[in-house]
């Protein structure tokens, strides 16, 4: 089970740490990762991490603002999202799979949490 955290309404160039706490089974070996789905559109890949937390894999729209991470003790995973665009306002789910890191594709996933709302005023 995955379970999201951190969500909520901050302005426009702020920040939030989204968390994605893992239960039931460690997600240790698993590669974790971030999608987004706005309002009227399809869920799109955010970001993803390797099992052993030492590859990262961002979209074009994110990278440089957003950073992935991963704490194996803790069974948990983390989004640090900083200056934050009203165009990242979303449900953010996280994702965990034996699939590929390096890959923006939801199939590589087989866990999914229910998400967090994040909305980003202007």
């Known amino acids: 089970q995955l379970v999201e955290s951190g969500g909520g309404l901050v302005q426009a160039g702020g920040s939030l740490r989204l968390s994605c706490a893992a239960s039931g089974r460690s997600f240790s070996v698993y590669v974790m990762g971030w999608f987004r789905q706005a309002p009227g559109k399809e869920r799109e890949f955010v970001a993803s991490?390797?099992?052993?937390?030492?590859?990262?894999y961002y979209a074009d729209s994110v990278k440089g603002r957003f950073t992935i991470s991963r704490d194996k003790a803790k069974n948990t995973g983390y989004l640090q999202m900083n200056s934050l665009k009203p165009e990242d306002t979303a449900v953010y789910y996280c994702a965990a799979g034996y699939g590929r890191w390096r890959s923006a594709s939801a199939n590589e996933y087989a866990y999914w949490g229910q998400g967090t709302q994040v909305l980003v005023s202007s």
């Open positions: 991490i390797s099992w052993s937390g030492g590859g990262t």
